[in-house]
């Protein structure tokens, strides 16, 4: 079958819909749409992002029969309209417009009035009696086509224009020199001379007579549009925003309607609902007799929506009708533009209106109370970012100069948020500016868990090397504390104290600001705006947590941690990295390097005891927070490597402490360096080489778990050992850790129940799941060092070659960070392997996920895709993970579902459709809540028996 | 069913056989299978190593119902003797002898004439009529049970011995004090003096009397059998022999008989065949009027056996008779010991007798030629150490006191062989001794390619980091080269320039001795010996060859190993390592480090051409060593941190040499260190950011290859991109891999076919390993690198905790070290999947391991059983892997075949079965080799077929 390139659209006879964006883009399918259900549309045809993709795989060839399909298009709209393309006396003029599937600005925008030439624009001016009028739209089409389809500097038009309005107008009208001219100003002769000299300044930059034949002026404008797809500006914007699989823009050629015909003429934008606040009231910008151009470049300010009313109470009655219909016909907030020619409206585009992170919320909640929409579809509507725009804070955009001007490097944006702070290189100086409370960015090549300090003292972290799955970036993320990673373009001196992107060096005590939701690196302090959290997003989120099948945890090491995910959401702790508490204080810190320092069994134990009373504390302190929620609490699983000294002055400093030789202490140091650290003496490898380690850390969290459960708390410890491997190996450390748990349980003579799992995060342990679930109480996917090691990539180092991995202009071998997003593919064939055979052996196996991916939408998604029956991420991604979750399981019934309608949806006319469709989506919606709903309610009683049970087992 | 735990023993009428080694221990069933076919056997029983087992399960008690049938079956031996135990006129004596299912020192050996007493010795000398005799058996069995039943220093009872005879002996035959009393010269009265004083000792020592219990006397016997089974030295040989799997030691009790009742007695031990050349002549010592622990004691200097037929011709003969039926009956060479008792021939023990690697060979091909086994069976016998025995020098074992003396420390035994020579601690030291002629042993924390020069021009090469697979490792192995590594004891000073253990220190310039077949380090330069390689050994490798269905390739970087390796039987290179030729030079490494610290396209472009000439003559040079043989050419794999210089000294040098600032070097060798670089920039990553070192190194194959193929060599290169990890990656790198190649090809006018494919090396690339062929040509799976990934062990690192995972005593879990014998359950498992998924994309895929593991004996087993098409080792390991294929072979045909006759071997008397078995045997033998050899001959035409069609295809 031939290929169909061109669509066209009028009242009640368009050939596409809303549905076909991605062959028609936004505009193309909107125009469409509004015709179809018999909205005032000016007609014209659309060509589709096809004949884009095949002009640039073809050479930037058209394909054949374009040309003949646009004859043809241009015939069937002379014929609606009633005037010829070219006509001497009544000529059609068109608009054209690019428009790609998705909102991308760098392209090519618009062309008006294409058709005028030298004879037809006396036609116009004859036709409307309006000669002034005639002439401004030449001049404008002059201005435009030359510098948007020919790329001649605007200002030489802009610089002709006002030449003419000094010289002449000026003159003409007498005004001193301090006074504006306005183009309105300008009169007939004055817009001749001004012609004239358009067509100069096109000659003299093209070498090319200003076209005159209305096909070519059409054809080059095309290939303008099509031309600006690749376009530097649009290439880097869509690498930049990750859009990816858009094949291309349409473009979109539209009968003209004029605004600037008279004061009963005007142009405007509005959206359908306030997009900052979400509020349902009309929102927007008139500008009376104007043409579209004229708001966007601001050369008089437009009036409110409400003087429109009063204004041209006729036309804005037309308007409201059309808010009306359109928000009933798409079901969400449109962004709307429109003309009114003499008293009639017409509608120019439409489609769904960008809005605050806040409106979103309050318009997705306000839309199921209006019964527009179902919860579901407010659920599905809600994104990730909107959640982040609710917590984090941000750079004000309205300090657009001092953004542009004190740009300074942009890196990975591992946490978002902004934070400004002055900038120190240590984490001690950290430490001591927040004593003084001082603001300050910690600034590092990398950071380590030495750092943690400093980092939680600091506002915002920047380093030069990491990837989104680093040590800055894991830990800046449980905190919220925004965070900047991989800034590869920077060179940092420590001993110098200053920091260099090329040749502009900042200096400690100097200010810098970051945006971690961009990755962008500013000069000094900018002004940080932090949103409040609106009414609707309480709500919504209560329907988001009835939605879910799978519970959310959060990764905490604190009290303070745990009960902000709690806040936050979370049913409990996925996982609780002991090996953080270990750097709280300078006397827990030395303890632990005794501990790794000593050469013997007797000499590691009593370090360890040192230990035991501050694990212990910190246990009970998340204990009580989680009340009634489970603890997974992973033992010590970093090589000890991260924990000792490695600098010459704090070794001499430890040596000196726990009084032993330095030699000893600098031997050691060099003894634990690794070179692949990440594969190496680490994880469960340290409690088969030390069980002390173990030993001393499930007696903390057993006698943290005793004594408070004494105290009435609901405990329920889960502990884990991570980095297993093997059955054997599991098996040996979960006998060793039940034989001291029930140790201590004796001791305490206490009743509690616990549970022992494992980690899964080597490629061997999902491979030989079966054989460790036998010895695993529960299952939690550690899916970052799992994405590291199936895929054989350091996230610490893979800032040297991921970009260029992820880059579509580049390898572009990945659609996405696999660090961010899980690699479903092939890390997550090991994933589902792990589960299916860790049910295999045990068919009620717990399993979560505790890895990054936790908090991450389309990770979170495939979990609840392949049974886990839990997530567990960073307190701050809580709400994130929950939204994710309840998205995924919506979609998982609405696949369920019989999705008949929607097939049909695709041949029949639109109109039809709906009426059809209503019912049979309502049918399909009930039975899917029907047949939901005592799952559900069982799998909630389930649970909450089981806890229960616990909670019983563990009083009697 | 109750089980049995005692086995009875005695001419024609044994309860167990030669298959029950596991269960009554080599002697035991050694025992049972010479008296089943009628060979003169003391008669006795074997106490199973099961018991052993349940002793020890039980917390050291036996199992119930063992004393009855310890009990039935001394009434069943007195029976069958016709001797009582404990008769007082004329006792049964007995030997105790431990046996366990493996020669295993360090356990308790013999104890003898067990059941004399006071009294029974006076009956003794009456039956024999010989009191000398009865008391001399009588003292040796008091001294054998203190000592070594009861664990009284041995040095009292000679004490006491010396002591009589100077004091009695000596005064009696008036003999000069110079001159040595022998035992023989001690009389009666003088025994009887002995008898009591070792009875005091007995007695001074224990606290008891000397039981005079005879069943007491054996219950102690045994006890002390068993107990030894857990003593520290039993316990140390079987974890440093890797013994598992041996559940305990048997117990066999056995009618004494005596060797030492005059000229017509005697004792010996001997080989059926000489156990050092493998000739077919009856070599072994015979001791007349001895009993056997005097032979192990040396006190007299026994006779050869050529002797022993001049003086006791009629023994002799039985003793030849007895050989030729244990010959015949086991088809092996027997290690035997025996007794003649007043001319008559009694058998002590039988088993298969230990040799030296060249007479396993020759052993092996004469039995063939004898008709004794089949080929097959002679395959069979030899084990990978013969082949490393053959080619390694060895330290001359005969400097007993030496090994003793000098031994220093232990580490890991990475490369078999030995040397010795002065310790230099870096590579430049190594090479200007090697220019001096000088032997060195280059001694390192670890060894980078940078020290590779140095590697090369040392004798041996240790190292204190790294495991079997570390760089140190293998390099050395691709050279044949002893090497020991992670010997952890090790402290190095670099600066001091010496090495130490504890307080034992060793500076440079002193001189060490490796045994890299042990890991054991000893001072001094120690005797080395080199075997020469018998003629048998060419023999039986011609059988080898034509026995096995996988082909054998070497990895080899050079024209001097791939010529080796030629030689060593290797059928083409399965890994070429590119990146080994860059240090080869000055000149080369200078162009390396230019390419990197370049920061434009044009300083590496201009770089690597200073590079291309070389790679093309080194592959110029190897391809026509391989003429007619594929060629697997890996690009560049390293991590370019490998290749900078690391220390200021030399980046100042190298920022000289190129003519660039240092501090830019200084600040790209710092950009360039990566947390992990295994898992960072390298592999194909780097051709993915820098396409042009791809470009240049396949210019440099195909400018080579065609160029050879125009002077007539046979040229089949196969271009291999590593670490790869998805489709598309593959994809592009094969394409413009591709695009070069045929660029070059053309610009040659050459005809020439080349391989394009990948090593599947990261878990992720076996898991998609279907979408990966649709790019490949072939695959080679880099093992170590799957290992590490898959199990999450860094090789370098793994010599902090891997011992404790394959100590049995610690933690074991594993039964040996992945990085040496491929983890078949885990890592095997991705071999597999990728193995079944890249078939079912391309059925006819070619796939091979260049991994270590490619030259280790299970391992390439695994690699026939899962159907690769070749393995690649390093040249020396060659005939190693080409053993190993032939013996997988072999084993998956018998295993195909049906395996009847052996079944009903199980439950018929041995005798019958023997008559029956044979021609079953033989029958099936036919068959197997039968249906066998087309199949082998149509695989070998086929690839002779595809090597033609090669050939003409580049010639027309």
């Given amino acids: 079958m031939k290929k169909k390139f061109v669509y066209f659209f009028s009242k009640k006879k368009s050939e596409g819909s809303k549905e076909m964006k991605n062959l028609l883009g936004g505009k193309g399918a909107g125009l469409a749409e509004m015709a179809s259900i018999g909205l005032p549309v000016p007609a014209g045809f659309t060509i589709t992002t096809e004949v884009c993709d095949l002009f640039y795989k073809n050479n930037r060839n058209y394909p054949a029969g374009l040309d003949k399909e646009v004859d043809e298009n241009m015939r069937r709209l002379e014929k609606e309209v009633g005037k010829k393309f070219g006509d001497a006396a009544d000529p059609l003029l068109v608009s054209v417009r690019s428009g790609a599937p998705l909102s991308m600005p ?30 401004d739209a030449y001049r404008r089409f002059i201005m435009m086509y030359g510098s948007t389809a020919k790329g001649i500097d605007r200002e030489e038009f802009n610089h002709a224009f006002e030449t003419v309005k000094d010289r002449h107008t000026r003159q003409r009208l007498n005004l001193p020199g301090d006074v504006k001219v306005n183009d309105t100003d300008v009169n007939e002769s004055e817009l001749e001379i001004l012609v004239d000299e358009f067509k100069a300044i096109y000659k003299r930059n093209i070498n090319e007579d ?3 034949d209305p096909k070519e002026q059409l054809w080059g404008s095309v290939n303008a549009v099509f031309g600006s797809w690749m376009a530097e500006k649009a290439v880097t914007y869509r690498r930049v925003e990750k859009i990816k699989g858009v094949v291309g823009t349409a473009v979109n050629v539209q009968q003209m309607v004029f605004g600037n015909m008279g004061p009963k003429s005007g142009t405007g934008v509005c959206f359908t609902r306030d997009p900052n606040s979400g509020e349902n009231i009309f929102y927007g910008d008139y500008l009376v007799n104007a043409q579209g151009e004229d708001v966007v470049a601001g050369i008089r300010t437009p009036i409110k929506l409400s003087e429109f009313e009063d204004a041209d109470p006729v036309s804005y009655k037309q308007l409201v009708d059309v808010r009306r219909t359109l928000e009933r016909h798409f079901k969400d907030m449109q962004d709307l533009e429109f003309t009114v020619e003499e008293g009639r409206l017409y509608m120019l585009q439409c489609r769904t209106g960008k809005r605050s992170p806040a409106a979103s919320f309050r318009i997705a909640v306000d839309m199921v109370e209006e019964k527009l929409i179902r919860k579901e579809d407010a659920i599905l509507r809600i ?42 290189f240590n984490a001690k100086d950290a430490e001591e500016a927040a004593a003084r409370d001082e603001k300050v960015i910690l600034v590092r090549k990398e950071t380590s868990p030495e750092d943690v300090g400093g980092m939680h003292a600091a506002q915002g972290i920047l380093t030069a090397t990491g990837g989104k799955t680093s040590h800055a970036a894991v830990v800046a993320r449980g905190w919220g504390k925004c965070c900047i990673v991989g800034c590869e373009k920077l060179s940092i001196n420590y001993e110098k104290g200053e920091m260099a992107v090329g040749d502009a060096v900042v200096r400690k005590g100097e200010a810098i600001t970051l945006n971690g939701s961009t990755g962008q690196v500013y000069r000094g302090s900018l ?7 609106p009414a609707a997003f309480k709500t919504l989120m209560g329907w988001v947590d009835r939605a879910r099948a799978i519970r959310v945890r959060t990764n905490a090491d604190t009290p303070y941690d745990a009960a902000k995910a709690i806040e936050l959401g979370a049913e409990g702790i996925g996982l609780c990295r002991t090996e953080h508490m270990f750097f709280d204080t300078e006397e827990r810190r030395l303890a632990i390097q005794e501990m790794i320092v000593a050469d013997t069994l007797q000499g590691r134990v009593e370090a360890l005891d040192k230990l035991l009373p501050f694990q212990k504390e910190d246990f009970k302190g ?19 490597h991260e924990f000792v000294p490695h600098t010459e002055e704090k070794q001499i400093h430890l040596a000196d402490k726990i009084g032993i030789p330095f030699e000893k202490v600098r031997q050691r140091v060099e003894q634990l360096h690794e070179a692949n650290p990440m594969l190496g003496h680490r994880g469960c490898r340290l409690a088969i080489t030390y069980p002390e380690i173990l030993d001393m850390q499930v007696r903390a969290v057993i006698e943290a778990a005793c004594e408070c459960s004494a105290e009435g708390v609901d405990v329920l410890p889960e502990i884990m050992i991570p980095l297993t491997i093997d059955k054997k190996e599991m098996g040996i450390l979960a006998m060793r850790t039940r034989l001291v748990a029930d140790a201590v349980i004796k001791e305490k003579r206490a009743r509690l129940k616990y549970l022992v799992g494992t980690m899964i995060e080597v490629p061997r342990a999902a491979l030989l799941a079966d054989q460790i679930a036998e010895e ?23 800032g040297k070659f991921l970009p260029d991995y992820v880059d579509e202009k580049k390898a572009g071998v990945f659609a996405e960070d696999p660090f961010q997003s899980l690699d479903q593919a092939g890390v997550g064939m090991l994933v589902r392997m792990g589960i299916e055979k860790g049910r295999k052996t045990k068919p009620g196996l717990k399993i979560g996920i505790c890895g990054e991916h936790g908090g991450e939408a389309k990770s979170v998604e495939f979990c609840c895709r392949v049974g886990m029956n839990y997530v567990s991420c960073s307190p701050f991604r809580v709400p994130i993970a929950r939204l994710a979750a309840a998205q995924a399981e919506i979609k998982r019934k609405a696949a369920a579902a019989p999705a008949k309608p929607k097939k049909a949806a695709k041949k029949a006319p639109v109109k039809k459709i709906l009426k059809k469709a209503k019912p049979a989506k309502k049918a399909a919606v009930k039975k899917t809540v029907k047949k939901a709903k005592p799952v559900k309610k069982a799998t909630v009683k389930k649970v909450a028996k089981k806890a229960k049970t616990v909670k019983k087992g563990k009083k009697k």
Same sequence: chains 1, 2.
């Fill in 383 to 424: 994104k990730d970012k909107d959640i982040e725009g609710i917590f984090y804070p941000i750079i004000d955009p309205d300090q657009k100069d001092e953004l542009k001007k004190n740009y300074l490097v942009s890196g990975i944006d591992a946490v978002p948020g902004a934070a400004s702070g002055k900038v120190v």
């Fill in 106 to 135: 760098g392209m090519m925008e618009t062309i008006l009035n294409l058709g005028l030439n030298d004879r037809s624009v006396s036609g116009l001016a004859a036709k409307t009696g309006n000669r002034r009028f005639a002439l």
């Fill in 210 to 212: 200003f076209p005159q």
């Fill in 527 to 533: 002004r940080l705006i932090k949103p409040e959290p």
């Fill in 776 to 798: 695993s109480d529960f299952f939690s996917f550690g899916t970052n060092d799992l994405t590291q090691m199936t895929m054989g990539i350091s996230r610490d180092d893979a």
């Fill in 622 to 640: 998340i204990f009580k927070v989680m009340n009634g929620f489970p603890v997974t609490i992973r033992l010590i699983d970093p090589p000890l």
